[in-house]
């Protein structure tokens, strides 16, 4: 691979990546904190007010970092994908400037009310902008899966005479069907974030014996919700999603199912590594028959196999994006027998006293991020070599006029950078969590001096 | 007028609200250290602007994308041509969004001060790249056949054929943007802090105006000697000569104002508003209908080679309507809120 192109695809999978495990958790805590505002303000329970307010400080700071880091996000359009960005830039700058217009602006405007806001509303004010920070959160989701989805599965476009994508159907664009999939399964899994979050810190607190009686709270609203959404994981979303790749973009399916041959009753490979050179897998676990089963719905379908395709079409780095794919259909199971069993044992009321389950549930706290993060991997490695599926390659959409040795400057500018961001959002992360619900404060200074920390 | 002068005029008058907002907290960030000695005056500073300075700079990022659909190919030169400027913008936006919001959550002294030195010089130089990216597009760039460039930082820091960001010129703006921010957001502090911080601030705006009144002057010379082409569309359009009108009488509103010990503080913030939006009405206005000029003419980047297809512009304007309607509602909603004076022990920061 050419150098520059090299170091322009690091570069945004590096900031991107890096990125992205801010605002899944700001997503997922958004809807979290929507539901503890609702039943303090229902309840008029104090206990799920003050709740609310320590996720909100959590909050804040993940909040913090998903700005600083999105903002880079909007700008490598540009910078580094400046020939894209001028293909593709009469229909995808449509989304990229309604998420700022629409959710940027609503998100900051209620974020600030919603953190420093409370004791200057009235308690069904202050939930209604706990309410615009989620409905503006989940927004920007949408515009960013409608530009990506844009990219997997272009429609509602025209090419124009100097060969650039121009807005043909804005409905058609904005409603892509991919989008609409990919979003259920995207933001499901920002939720499952959220809660395996959640009950993570509230384990801590039970195992730690502070805090029960929030350890509690937390454990039973990410247990409660996060079994819910572990299941609209895999199905109907992400079962539909896979049924999009199936159909638009069966090279890929082939890639990331590590389906070198097309056969008829296609097996399910749960094991197993990708051998490039010889084009099989190695050491397979396979299930006869599933694969077929799951993409056509029929036992004996026949699968296209990457040797249908022309080798240039092939997605260039298979075994990651088999791993990623893999790694995140398994994690994405795990996530259903940890939650349903942990639903199981609150239920039966004995989940608060099983150390071991709770211990599970707090270990279990970075599986999201992987899965997440997997889930990226597996949609943006698959689109290759495509940058724009079937109309632009990824080799020529990078800014010509910024060589290797700039690209590289910044991105290991960007690389020290985060590494800093992410050292000292841990630290104020695990700060606020040592520090406990209790002493989270009342209305952010309400009730006196803001050093009560120290 | 052509829908695309319009989405011209539309992204003008965002990047004009970035600055006027944004601009004070960034001011704010300048008199920093200097206007605030103690931790409780550090801390009413930063309450003045913690509940909308995000607010405020999503104006950057709303008017970035708002750029990028209107006007693709000038989203995607003038970005990669200005790669390593806009990097290191997107660096000090990190670092000072850590120093204002991480600071509340670290309250130990040796961090404290490490978090407002960190603040106060990427908001100082942010006022300045951002001028120096103000007299970059006045001075035109490196532009060729096809379409792109890339600037250096810098190379002799002279007016050539090969320019890099910074020259003469572009510091030269640089510099009058620093005066200029530095004097509104200590027009913003004064105004919203009393007692010895808000006397501090005033202090510092009627330092700043000899200052932002010479370097108004000289900058609108230089620009002149730089690229004379400016004048022609104020030789055609005789209304543009509101534009040195409104930028003059805003400076004497300030001088007359900010002396003035009470009441008058909004004025003078007001002043110092409208004097920004003269300033970069006025460079649009110069620039029109050429939106990122070339060192060589005739590979200017006009709203006729840059603009994106019709429908979509047409199609946008219904949404950007709706969308800025309601923004404009939130922020009115948000300011009154926090509105007055910050008082001590209030809120977060």
């Known amino acids: 691979m050419e150098s520059a192109l090299l170091i322009h695809r690091i570069h945004f999978a590096f900031t991107a990546t890096f990125h992205y495990l801010f605002p899944q958790l700001t997503m997922g805590l958004a809807l979290l904190i929507v539901i503890l505002k609702t039943i303090a303000l229902r309840r008029r329970d104090a206990v799920y007010d003050q709740a609310a307010r320590f996720w909100a400080k959590i909050f804040g700071i993940n909040f913090v970092l998903g700005v600083v880091t999105g903002i880079p996000m909007e700008f490598q359009f540009g910078t580094n994908w400046s020939i894209f960005s001028k293909f593709a830039g009469g229909v995808i700058g449509q989304t990229l400037a309604m998420e700022g217009m629409f959710a940027f602006f609503l998100e900051s405007a209620f974020l600030g009310l919603f953190l420093f806001g409370e004791k200057r509303l009235s308690p069904r004010a202050h939930w209604l902008s706990a309410v615009a920070v989620f409905v503006g959160s989940w927004l920007s989701g949408y515009f960013i899966i409608a530009t990506d989805a844009f990219m997997q599965y272009p429609v509602g476009y025209y090419k124009a005479a100097d060969g650039s994508l121009q807005l043909a159907s804005f409905w058609q664009f904005v409603l892509n069907r991919w989008a609409l999939w990919q979003y259920a399964h995207n933001m499901s899994g920002a939720a499952i974030t959220g809660c395996f979050i959640m009950s993570a810190v509230g384990a801590f607190y039970l195992l730690s014996h502070k805090s029960v009686e929030y350890g509690r709270i937390f454990v039973k609203t990410g247990v409660i919700v996060g079994c819910i959404f572990s299941i609209l994981q895999i199905f109907p979303t992400g079962d539909k999603q896979g049924k999009m790749v199936t159909d638009y973009q069966p090279t890929t399916l082939a890639a990331m199912e590590g389906l070198f041959h097309g056969q008829t009753a296609a097996p399910l490979v749960i094991l197993g590594q990708p051998n490039d050179a010889q084009q099989k897998i190695d050491n397979p676990l396979e299930v006869p028959g599933v694969l077929s089963m799951l993409t056509y719905r029929r036992w004996n379908a026949h699968v296209q196999g990457l040797d249908a395709f022309p080798k240039e079409d092939w997605p260039q780095n298979i075994p990651l994006l088999y791993y990623s794919y893999h790694i995140m259909v398994g994690l994405g199971t795990l996530f259903i027998a940890i939650m ?104 952010h200074g309400l009730s006196g001096p803001t050093e009560a920390h120290e | 007028m052509t829908i695309g002068s319009l989405w011209f005029w539309i992204v003008g008058v965002m990047v004009t609200v970035y600055v006027v907002l944004d601009g004070f907290d960034l001011g704010a960030g300048v008199i920093y250290l200097l206007a605030a ?76 001060q490490f978090f407002d030195a960190v603040f106060a010089v990427s908001s100082i130089l942010l006022c300045i790249f951002f001028g120096a990216a103000l007299g970059n597009v006045v001075r035109g760039v490196p532009l060729d056949a096809s379409g792109y460039f890339f600037e250096p930082l810098w190379t002799n820091f002279k007016l050539g054929m090969q320019t890099g960001i910074l020259d003469w010129y572009t510091i030269l703006i640089g510099i009058l943007a620093l005066v200029t921010l530095t004097a509104h957001g200590s027009h913003y502090i004064a105004l919203k802090t009393d007692q010895d911080l808000g006397r501090r601030a005033r202090g510092i705006a009627l330092l700043c105006w000899p200052l932002q009144f010479f370097m108004t002057c000289i900058t609108l010379v230089a620009t002149y000697f730089v690229r004379p082409e ?49 300033m970069l009405v006025g460079a649009a206005f110069a620039l029109y209908p050429v939106v990122l000029p070339a060192r060589d003419h005739q590979y200017d980047l006009t709203i006729a080679n840059t603009a994106a297809g019709q429908h979509g512009l047409e199609v946008g304007l219904i949404w950007w309507t709706l969308a800025a309607i309601l923004a404009t509602a939130y922020f009115v909603f948000v300011y009154r809120m926090f509105r007055g004076k910050v008082q001590a022990g209030e809120g977060h920061y």
């Open chain 1, 340 to 443: 349903g069993f942990s639903l199981l044992m609150l239920w039966r009321g004995v989940l608060f006293k099983a150390k071991w389950m709770l211990w599970v549930l707090m270990l279990s706290a970075p599986f999201p991020y992987i899965a997440n993060t997997a889930g990226w991997l597996t949609a943006e490695l698959g689109r290759q070599p495509w940058l724009v599926y079937g109309l632009m390659r990824t080799a020529d959409g990078y800014s010509k006029a910024v060589s290797a040795g700039n690209g590289m400057f910044t991105l290991l500018g960007f690389m020290g950078m985060y590494m800093v961001l992410g050292i000292l959002g841990l630290f104020l992360l695990w700060r606020e969590i040592e520090h406990g619900p209790e002493e989270a404060e009342f209305a």
């Open chain 2, 37 to 112: 000695k103690t931790d409780d005056e550090r801390r009413r500073i930063l309450r003045a602007i913690g509940p909308v300075w995000d607010g405020n700079e999503v104006w950057l990022l709303a008017a970035g994308g708002t750029l990028y659909f209107a006007f693709p190919q000038l989203y995607a030169s003038s970005f990669s041509g200005f790669y390593l400027p806009l990097m290191m913008v997107l660096w000090l936006l990190m670092l000072r969004a850590i120093g204002i919001e991480f600071r509340a959550h670290l309250r130990v002294s040796v961090w404290q």
């Open chain 2, 230 to 278: 400016v004048m022609a569309n104020y030789e055609h359009h005789k209304i543009g000569l509101l534009v040195p009108i409104l930028v003059f009488s805003t400076l004497g509103v300030m001088l007359w104002a900010t002396p003035k010990e009470k009441e008058k503080e909004k004025t003078a913030f007001i002043a110092s508003s409208l004097y920004i939006t003269g």
